[in-house]
Every structure is written in structure tokens, then in C-alpha cells.
């Protein structure tokens, strides 16, 4: 029975246990999270059932991707890059508006998906093949800072016209890539350089775009009110730029920092941030319990971005603290695999797709304490979610996939002296 077992769950067993218990928070914290969604479906099992479901798909996902031995992921490239520059494309013309932002395609059936998370494991599967490829005794070859460049850049600029967090999140985790790829550090701080000259025209740009249309908003809410249509709940400001209005909001409202009387505290315009807050400083030590959450009524994401706030609040600092090392230990576990890895691909292709899980947890928890403007960022394998989970279960597939298959490197047997 145990060797049955042991033939399914391959890979390495600490990852394992990591993705076990991950799995687990999710399905009990997503439960407790999504009070708003069962009162008003009047369901009181469906949601956490569908999320559940999910997850078992997921851990399926998982098992087959580990069972793909790690060369044959090579062969994809080229599919995945044509499925994820169509689909991009696609939701940006006829895609599905969230919150504002058209992220998801529907499909027949009810089913829906992000391509932005197709295109981040893409984005990753396709730098370690170059960085792989390209690699020579004294580090990368020049040639693959541009080879990268060339496919990551557009794809980034295609996701961040919708989910500009996103598109730096991936950003972020190509250029630590290149870095552990050896990319050489000229280019490197060149790209620095650009990025921030980049950045501050962005900075400057959003704050102009986004003024205006939110004086435009403003100005649209005043005549409706004097003509009477007070019907008008959603009213779209900006023009082509109309995400600057969402970003310049999000930017000043980080950005302000001055101490404000609870009684002078706007709990409708800031309720996110607002109730996060209260759930956290709530917590205590141990927390209040699983389920026991008081917050979660009042935080209309509170089983997606905001999810972490309720682990806080229900498991403390103790049990968040644990959420965290997992996360640690599941870098710390990838990186052992890697440089136990005899050829470059499988070991950049690992420690790739392990910074993207880590890399996005720690932005969703830094928003969640309030270190960090409010993005649309899950926590990964945590958050309630439908194409975001199985991908997540993908990448944890392949990381056990390169646990399992790459060639390991061979220890140089010490030489004894006669």
C-alpha cells in the first residue's frame, strides 16, 4: 500500500509536505473567508465545496506534471508562447471585466481563465531555456540578455496594460533569473537604469492621466446628481487610460500617511485597508480560532487578496508566521534541488517558477499588513481561485517533476594521499 502510494506522490517529500499543508490552510481559511459569498447564494457549502474541488483538480494537475519528465517541458515552449500571446491578446479585445480590468476569458460552461498566469510560467519556461542555452564557463553569454528581452518585454507590456502588478511582479522574477543566470551585471544595471527612468516617467504620467479622470468622475457624479440620475453605480473615467484613475488612487492612497481620528476614518472608501487593519492588530498570539474571524464580513476579498489578514486575525501571529516559513522552506527546498541539478534548465526552470510562487506571496501578505499598495494579488495555493490554483499546482508538478528526473550532478570523490 505505502509503495502504491509512494508511486503517486513522487518528488522530492518535502515539497510535498509544504504543498500538503498549504492545501489544507487553503480549504479551512477559504471556508471561514467566504461568509459574504454563502449568505448571499444562501449555500452554505457550495462555495467551499467548488473550492475544494479545485483544489483536488489541482493536486491531479500536479501529479501528472511531475510524472512529465522534466526535458520534455523544452518541447513546449513554443506552444505555450503562441497560446499565450493569443489569449493575451484576446482578453485585452474581448475579455471579461474584474474589478475594472478585462484579466479573464470566459469559455463555454461557465468557465473562465486568466491568461496572464499561462504567460507567467511561459514567460518563465522560456528564459530558462535561453539562460540554459546560452550559458558558457564565465557565465551567460552577452546575446542572452536580448534573446529574453525580446519575448519577455512584449508579453509583460501586454499583461500590464490590465494588471500592471502583475506585470511587475514577473518582471521582477526574470531579472533574478538573469541574475542567478549569470546574465552579466553591465546589462543588468543598465536594465536597472532604464527601468527607473521608465518608472518615473510612469509615476509622472499616472498622476497626470489619473487626476484628470478622476476630476472627470467627479464631474460626471455632480451632474448626474443635480439631474436626478442617481441610478448610475459604475461610471468609467479616463478614457484609454482608464486603469490610471485606479492606479493614481492606489499610489496617493499609500502614500498618505497622516494620522487620522477613528471617528474621521471613511470605513466605505477605505473599508479593505480599514477592516485588514482591525483584523490584524485583533489577532493576538494564537488568534481567535479557525472560523472565528470578525473581519471577514466586512472585507469584500477577504477570500482572495485580503486572505492573509484573516489567517492573521484567526491563527495569529504564530500561525502566520508558519504560513511564511512554508513559503521559505519551499524557496529553501527548490534551491537544494537546483544546484543538485547536473545541467543548467531543469535548475533555472525550478528556481524560476519558485519565485514566482514566493515572490507573489510575499507582495500579497506586504498588502495585507499594509507595507505595500493595494494590487489584485492571490496568495498562491492559499486564495480562493480557479485557474490561478491549478496553474500554482502546475508549477509545484514541475518543480517535483525536476526533483524527480533532472540529471543529478555526480560529488567529486576526494582524491587520497598514498
Same mark, same amino acid.
Given at each position: 500500500m505505502n509503495k502504491k502510494i509512494g508511486n503517486i506522490f513522487k518528488g522530492d517529500k518535502v515539497i510535498w509536505m509544504v504543498f500538503f499543508f498549504l492545501c489544507m490552510i487553503s480549504i479551512v481559511e477559504v471556508f471561514s473567508a467566504s461568509s459574504n459569498l454563502t449568505y448571499k447564494s444562501q449555500n452554505y457549502i457550495g462555495p467551499i465545496a467548488f473550492h475544494t474541488g479545485t483544489i483536488i483538480v489541482g493536486v491531479i494537475v500536479a501529479v501528472v506534471t511531475l510524472n512529465i519528465p522534466c526535458r520534455y517541458f523544452k518541447l513546449m515552449?513554443?506552444?505555450?508562447?503562441?497560446?499565450?500571446?493569443?489569449?493575451?491578446?484576446?482578453?485585452?479585445?474581448?475579455?471579461?471585466?474584474?474589478?475594472?480590468a478585462n484579466r479573464v476569458i470566459s469559455l463555454p460552461g461557465g468557465i473562465t481563465f486568466q491568461p496572464s498566469e499561462i504567460a507567467k510560467g511561459t514567460m518563465v519556461l522560456y528564459t530558462a531555456q535561453i539562460l540554459s542555452a546560452m550559458q558558457r564557463e564565465d557565465g551567460a553569454d552577452k546575446k542572452a540578455f536580448k534573446y529574453v528581452l525580446w519575448i519577455v518585454i512584449p508579453t509583460i507590456a501586454l499583461i500590464g496594460i490590465e494588471n500592471l502588478s502583475t506585470a511587475a511582479l514577473l518582471f521582477g522574477v526574470i531579472f533574478l533569473m538573469m541574475f542567478i543566470g549569470r546574465v552579466p551585471m553591465v546589462q543588468l544595471g543598465k536594465l536597472v537604469g532604464a527601468c527607473t527612468i521608465l518608472i518615473a516617467v510612469f509615476l509622472t504620467l499616472v498622476l497626470t492621466l489619473g487626476s484628470i479622470g478622476a476630476s472627470q468622475e467627479d464631474?460626471?457624479?455632480?451632474?448626474?446628481?443635480?439631474?436626478?440620475?442617481?441610478?448610475t453605480k459604475v461610471i468609467k473615467g479616463g478614457g484609454v487610460f482608464h486603469r490610471f484613475v485606479t492606479w493614481r488612487n492606489r499610489i496617493v492612497k499609500h502614500l498618505d500617511k497622516k494620522d487620522i481620528a477613528p471617528d474621521e476614518y471613511d470605513l466605505d472608501k477605505d473599508a479593505q485597508v480599514a477592516h485588514a487593519n482591525i483584523a490584524i492588530v485583533s489577532s493576538n498570539i494564537i488568534g481567535k480560532g479557525p472560523g472565528q474571524s470578525v473581519e471577514r464580513d466586512f472585507l469584500s476579498q477577504a477570500?482572495?487578496?485580503?486572505?492573509?489578514? +484573516?489567517?492573521?486575525?484567526?491563527?495569529?501571529?504564530?500561525? /502566520?508566521?508558519?504560513?511564511?516559513? &512554508?513559503?521559505?522552506? @519551499?524557496?529553501?527546498?527548490?534551491?537544494? +534541488?537546483?544546484?543538485?541539478?547536473?545541467?543548467?534548465?531543469? /535548475?533555472?526552470?525550478?528556481?524560476? &517558477?519558485?519565485?514566482? @510562487?514566493v515572490v507573489q506571496a510575499t507582495f500579497n501578505m506586504l498588502v495585507a499588513v499594509g507595507i505595500a499598495p493595494v494590487t489584485g494579488q492571490p496568495l498562491p495555493l492559499i486564495s480562493k481561485g480557479g485557474t490561478s490554483t491549478i496553474i500554482n499546482c502546475a508549477y509545484i508538478g514541475a518543480i517535483l517533476s525536476v526533483s524527480r528526473s533532472a540529471k543529478k550532478r555526480t560529488p567529486k570523490m576526494a582524491v587520497k594521499e598514498i
Open positions: 515552449t513554443l506552444f505555450l508562447l503562441i497560446i499565450s500571446g493569443i489569449t493575451l491578446l484576446w482578453v485585452l479585445v474581448g475579455g471579461e471585466s474584474i474589478n475594472g464631474s460626471k457624479q455632480t451632474t448626474e446628481a443635480v439631474n436626478g440620475d442617481t441610478d477570500f482572495s487578496d485580503f486572505i492573509f489578514a +484573516i489567517v492573521i486575525e484567526e491563527l495569529g501571529i504564530l500561525g /502566520a508566521t508558519g504560513v511564511v516559513f &512554508l513559503y521559505i522552506v @519551499l524557496l529553501y527546498r527548490t534551491a537544494r +534541488i537546483a544546484s543538485r541539478c547536473e545541467n543548467n534548465f531543469p /535548475a533555472f526552470f525550478a528556481m524560476g &517558477l519558485a519565485l514566482l @510562487l
